[in-house]
């Protein structure tokens, strides 16, 4: 919708793989979403501008192939990937789906602009995931090494904390390949987790708002915890709660992407963007989130929980992300009014939390067991 907005003429191909998944595991989100054919004809009702949807699995190389034939994209955004961390390290089974299905999806993306729009510039949707938390600060993406008197850039070290993550590290180094071997023009997005509901194009218009989930598997920190304090569930803080990460509003995504694609990578380049625009502490989010309940009239508890990942619960953390700034990012940071706007926002549907979806315990090192939250 924002790129429609913006002028672009649009295409979405999607197979309802999340949507999929979120049902099977009884997790779906805060609203109901329409599928994607209605909330084309919304967007037309609401825009008058047209979006086409394809539905299909971008697994599928006829269906790739049939859709790049037909439309010949200037650009593609690649968003097709199991995003879940905790799903990734659910069991074999969601493992092995997130591998198949991330490494197919880029792969088939990467074969079919080769063969039939070699010109056009990809958009990949990377995560700040894949450096991991290293002592050292974290450079877009590349590293200039100097070794025994001679130098040589190369990609930052990679050192993802779930298998989800490493997906995508995989999907870094497989498009850095064919940029190498076919010259492809590719622009990967190491982006932060995402908080956030309304847009300048959704505001106000729940059929049209993106999935808003709270439960373990596909509920990010900061969405999961605004829910939590309007359920009256004390937030699940992991750990000793040091875990930081580099944030970001829904409304900043689309401006990167946009900016990405009005601005191309050129041929033969790999360029990488840290996609974050101020970072937090889980304490820190859960801190800000119980000031905005005690603000709204709400009495929010926070509850420290054992950690069900493997990951560093202190650390240095201090990653660049000057790039989208320099090509015209304009942030929106998480003010109190934001929170506050957001938190209201999810109390007027209140009665729709299921409150026995917000933990089940994936453990990072078993197959499925689920320890209890107390
Ligand atoms: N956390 C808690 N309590 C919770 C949920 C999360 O303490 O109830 C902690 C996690 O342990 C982690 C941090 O909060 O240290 C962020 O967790 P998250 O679930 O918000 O984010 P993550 O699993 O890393 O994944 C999300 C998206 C993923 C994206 C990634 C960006 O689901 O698609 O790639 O954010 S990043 O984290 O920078 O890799």
Known sequence: ???????????????????????????????????LHQRAQLWKAKSGREISVAIG???????????????????????????????????RKTATLTFQNNLTATFNIVQAVHEFAP???????????????????????????????????????????????TTKVLDTDLLWFYVRTWGLRVTDLMQGPVYGLETYENSGNEELYPFLNYDELWGTVINRFMVQAVAGYPLTVYGKGGQTRGYLNIKDTLQCLRLSIENPANPGELRIFNQLVETFSVNQLAEMVQQSGSRIGLDVQVNSLPNPRTELEEHYYNPTHTGLIELGLKPHFLTNDVMDEMMRLILKYKERIRTNCIFRGVSWDSNDQIPTAA
């Not at 779906?28 to 979403?33: N, R, S």
């Open 119 to 165: 010109d056009c510039h990809i958009v990949k949707l990377g995560t700040m995931g894949e450096y991991g938390t290293p002592n050292i600060d974290i450079e877009e993406g590349w590293l200039e090494v100097e070794h025994k008197g001679r130098s040589q850039k190369f990609l930052f070290p990679r050192a993802a904390g779930s298998l989800y993550h």
């Open 57 to 91: 699995d971008l697994c599928d190389w006829d269906f790739v192939a049939e859709l790049f034939c037909a439309h010949l994209p200037q650009a593609l955004i690649h968003y097709a990937e199991q995003p879940s961390a905790p799903y990734s390290m659910k069991n």
């Open 1 to 35: 919708m924002h790129l429609s907005k913006h002028g672009h003429e649009v295409i979405v191909a999607d197979n309802y793989l999340r949507r999929y998944l979120s049902r099977e595991e009884d997790s779906e989100p805060l609203f109901d979403v329409p599928n």
